[in-house]
């Protein structure tokens, strides 16, 4: 282990340890220092001023939880050799390198059906082309084709420390106490049985708060509906700029790599592109819509100026679809008020759904391990609090207007 070591000071868990030439080279590439320009929870801070947190508080976070998570296994006897320890804490600290500005508000929009974990991986590899194979095991953990599976697990899964990091910090940063949950007890009860991340028994309660706590947080916070339309104005920002400029408007250029991904990428991510990728953040989107809010194009400007000024389209939840006489109704609401023609009103008044499952059995599993050795998937454990209604999904249709 080299002489070098730094500690850096967190409003969450107090101070971070970096202590390898590795971790401290991964901090200091221009791919990672880059997450300090992208809002972890994107517009939520129109609604929570205080969740202005980033990517980079974020992985940070993530990897303080996998140092604790790597010691309490070692002290159960698991063998996790020094290679492997930094490999894992080298992953976790690239994991969400893949995100474009605003995050998940934009997954999808900006770069089109590109996901951010495959980006991730891109930008670990040529990270790994550049360190001459020092992410190579990194990799393989995070892809999963690593032989310790329990490894990735921690990376990527039900249990692992990006949602307990994730849950922790956006409750701290928005002040929503429903996300608070009991990391370190978690921590705690992990354990390794058949080469594959587990809870011990004991800690049967701490994970049904942390699956009720991130449920709690999803429509209080991540799908709060105000985010919500925030979100879709967004979108509906980028749809018209495409649009304009398919009809030859060329005064929408903003002279950022937003341009590049707006109007010229062809859905193929090669190096070119991710190095492009890579110059992208919050920043740059936050700049095109300023200088979009003074374009002639009043549908535009309008979503532009109503993004910048917090004066939000109007949304409504329910269980139920809405009527096509209400959709029909807003929208000549919308027309009479901005002297539109419905064409347009569209961009004011939609309507969409929106899912949330507090534990998806199909993807992923935490398992329970008994003091008997039996091990049990804890959405078939039977306990009142969790056992109905754990896997299924709750949704909520919505109508967005004037």
Known sequence: MPNKRKI???????????????????LAHPFYQRLRRIHQMALAYLVYPGAVHTRLHHSLGAYHLMCNAVNELRAKGVEIAEEEEIAVKAAILLHDTGHGPFSHALENQLVKNVHHEKISLQIMQLMNKELNGQLGMAIEIFTGRYHKKFLHQLVSGQLDVDRMDYLTRDSFFSGVSEGVIGYDRILKMLTVHDGELMVEEKGIYSIEKFLVARRQMYWQVYLHKTVLAA?????????????????????LLTGTMTDYFLFEFNGIMNDDALKKFCELDDIDFSFAIKKWSHHADFVLSELCKRTLNRQLLKIKLQSEPFTEKVIQQKIQEAKDQLNIDASLASYFVFTGEAANTMYKTEDERINILFKDGTVKDISTIDDPLIHQTISAPVKKFYICSL
Not at 8 to 26: E, K, Q, S
Not at 234 to 244: A, K, M, Q, S
């Open 231 to 251: 979100e879709k104005m967004l979108i509906n920002t980028l749809t018209r700029v495409r649009e304009l400029y398919n009809n030859g408007d060329k005064n």
């Open 8 to 26: 850096i000071n967190d409003p969450v868990y107090g101070f971070i340890t970096i202590n390898h030439d590795l971790l401290f080279t991964i």
